[in-house]
C-alpha cells in the first residue's frame, strides 16, 4: 500500500482512539484494543492475521511484564498497610532537616517508593508534606508541591519498578535490569535538577502564597481519606453531577493514613525486602553489560525472582507488623487497584504487534534516520501531543513507544531509549485532565492557579530535563 496511505490510517485511528476516550469516555483499554483492531484491518493485514497478532503481542508483553507488575503491586500494598511511607517521611525530615528535604523526599519517591499507587501515595503522606512546607518559608506548599508532582510523575513512567516503567520495557523489549539503570541514570539528575530550578524559580516570585495556595487546607478532606467536598478553595455542589476531573475517595484503609501498629518495625526492616531486591536486578544487569556469568546471581538477580523474593519477604514482615488479616485485605485492594494496569500493558502490546506486521515501520525509518536523534525526538512528541490530548501517563507512554519500537532494532536505535523518551514525552503538560493533578491541588493546599505551576509548569520542565537526560545517553550507550 502506499506510505501516504498507511500514515494517513494510523494517524486517523489514533486521533479517533483519543476522541473516543477524551470525549465519549470510553475505557481506554477498549478503545485501544478497537485502534488496534482498526489498524490491522485497514492496512491490510486481514482479520485472522489481525486476531493472532494482536493475542500474540498481547501475550508476549504479558509474559514479560505482567508477574512484574503483579510483585509490585503486592509489595505496594504491603508497605502502605505498614504505615512505611508515613515513618519514611518523618525519618526523611529528621536526617536531612530542612534543606535537604526536597530533594531526599523527592528521590525517595521517585527511585524506589513507585509500586505504591500515585492517588495512595499523595493521600498517605499529605498530611505530612504540609507540615513540611510551613517549614520551608513563602514559598513552602509550591516547592513540596513541585516535589511530589515531579517525583511522583517521573518515578512511575520512567523507573522500575513503577508499573509504568515495567509496562514501557515490556512493550519495547527491553530487560528490565537495563530499564532499571537506564532509568536511574535519567530520573537523578532529573528529579533533582527540576526541583533545584522550580524552588529557586519559586522563591524569586513565581509562587504568591496569597493566589495560588489556599489560607487553609481544604477544610473537607480529612486526613482518614474522606470525600473530597471542594476544588480550588470553592465549595462543590453535592447535588450537580460531579465533573470529570474530580476525585472521590472513599475512606479506605489503602487511602487512610496507615494506623500505628503496636508492634512497629525498625524502618529499615520494612523497606529492606524491595531495597535488596532492586540491588539484585542491577548487579545481575551490570553483570550482564560486562559479560560475566555468576549462575546464583543470574537467578536471584532475574527480575521475576527477585521481586517474588521481595513479596514474600515483605509479606512475613507485615505480618507480624500488622497481623495476617490485615495483610490479606491489603493485597486484595492492591489487585483490585492494579487490574486496569495489566490489560492495559497487554493492549499496548497488541497495537506495537500490528504496527510492526505493517508497512509503518519502513515508512518511519526511511524518513527518521537523517539524524540519531529524530526518532527521539519524535517519540517524545508523540507522548506528549497523546498525554495533553489523553490525560494518561502510561497510555501515551505505551502508545508511543508501541509506534516506533518496530523499527527501533532495524535503524541500530536502542529500545533503551525509545523507552526513555516515551516516558519523558508522556510527562509533558500534566494538566486538569489528569486525576493526580486534583489530588495534589487539593491535598496540598494550592489553588488551581498554585498546581499549574507545580503540577502542570513542573512536569513539563522535568519532560525536557529527562529528554535532555535521554540524549545525553544515547551518546554514552552510542
Known amino acids: 500500500m502506499p506510505g501516504w496511505y498507511t500514515l494517513t490510517v494510523v494517524a486517523a485511528v489514533i486521533l479517533a482512539v483519543v476522541v473516543a476516550i477524551v470525549r465519549l469516555r470510553i475505557n481506554p483499554v477498549i478503545a485501544l484494543a478497537v485502534g488496534a483492531a482498526a489498524i490491522g484491518i485497514l492496512t491490510g493485514l486481514g482479520p485472522l492475521d489481525t486476531v493472532s497478532t494482536m493475542t500474540q503481542g498481547f501475550g508476549e508483553v504479558m509474559m514479560d511484564a505482567g508477574l512484574l507488575i503483579a510483585w509490585g503491586v503486592l509489595i505496594g500494598a504491603m508497605l502502605n498497610e505498614m504505615g512505611a511511607v508515613t515513618r519514611l517521611v518523618e525519618a526523611l525530615m529528621r536526617v536531612f532537616g530542612r534543606r535537604g528535604i526536597p530533594f531526599a523526599l523527592g528521590l525517595s519517591l521517585a527511585t524506589y517508593l513507585q509500586t505504591i499507587f500515585v492517588d495512595v501515595m499523595i493521600v498517605i503522606a499529605a498530611p505530612l508534606a504540609r507540615r513540611i512546607a510551613a517549614r520551608l518559608g513563602p514559598a513552602g506548599t509550591g516547592i513540596i508541591g513541585v516535589t511530589f508532582a515531579v517525583s511522583l510523575e517521573v518515578g512511575i513512567v520512567m523507573m522500575v519498578p513503577g508499573f509504568a516503567a515495567v509496562a514501557l520495557a515490556g512493550v519495547v523489549g527491553v530487560p528490565l535490569g537495563e530499564m532499571l539503570l537506564g532509568g536511574f541514570s535519567v530520573v537523578v539528575p532529573t528529579v533533582a535538577l527540576s526541583i533545584l530550578l522550580m524552588s529557586m524559580f519559586f522563591r524569586l516570585g513565581f509562587w504568591n502564597p496569597e493566589r495560588d495556595q489556599q489560607t487553609a487546607t481544604t477544610e473537607d478532606v480529612r486526613e482518614g481519606g474522606a470525600v473530597l467536598t471542594s476544588v480550588g478553595g470553592l465549595p462543590r455542589d453535592t447535588d450537580a453531577p460531579a465533573p470529570a476531573p474530580l476525585v472521590t475517595l472513599a475512606p479506605t484503609a489503602s487511602t487512610a493514613l496507615a494506623p500505628s501498629t503496636t508492634r512497629e518495625r525498625p524502618l529499615l526492616l520494612l523497606f529492606a525486602p524491595l531495597l535488596v531486591a532492586l540491588l539484585l536486578i542491577a548487579a545481575q544487569a551490570v553483570l550482564a553489560v560486562l559479560k560475566i556469568e555468576i549462575a546464583p546471581l543470574q537467578f536471584l538477580g532475574s527480575p521475576v525472582i527477585a521481586l517474588l523474593l521481595a513479596v514474600i519477604l515483605t509479606g512475613a514482615v507485615a505480618r507480624a507488623a500488622v497481623g495476617r488479616e490485615r495483610v490479606e485485605k491489603a493485597v486484595v485492594k492492591g489487585?483490585?487497584?492494579?487490574?486496569?494496569?495489566?490489560?492495559?500493558?497487554?493492549?499496548?502490546?497488541?497495537?506495537?504487534?500490528?504496527?510492526?506486521?505493517?508497512?509503518?515501520?519502513?515508512?518511519?525509518?526511511?524518513?527518521?534516520?537523517?539524524?540519531?536523534?529524530?526518532?527521539?525526538l519524535v517519540v517524545w512528541a508523540m507522548a506528549a501531543v497523546l498525554h495533553v490530548a489523553v490525560g494518561s501517563v502510561t497510555l501515551s507512554a505505551i502508545t508511543a513507544a508501541g509506534i516506533i519500537a518496530p523499527i527501533a532494532s532495524t535503524m541500530g536505535l536502542n529500545p533503551l531509549l525509545v523507552a526513555l523518551a516515551a516516558g519523558a514525552g508522556a510527562l509533558f503538560c500534566v494538566h486538569v485532565t489528569s486525576n493526580t493533578f486534583w489530588l495534589l491541588q487539593s491535598f496540598l493546599g494550592q489553588t488551581v492557579r498554585g498546581a499549574l505551576k507545580t503540577v502542570t509548569v513542573g512536569v513539563s520542565l522535568a519532560s525536557v530535563i529527562a529528554l535532555g537526560m535521554t540524549l545525553v545517553l544515547s551518546f554514552v550507550l552510542g
Request: glycine fraction near 20%.
Open 335 to 376: 489487585f483490585h487497584d492494579g487490574g486496569q494496569i495489566f490489560v492495559l500493558t497487554g493492549v499496548g502490546g497488541s497495537l506495537a504487534a500490528v504496527i510492526a506486521q505493517g508497512d509503518l515501520g519502513e515508512i518511519l525509518q526511511g524518513s527518521l534516520q537523517a539524524t540519531p536523534f529524530a526518532p527521539l
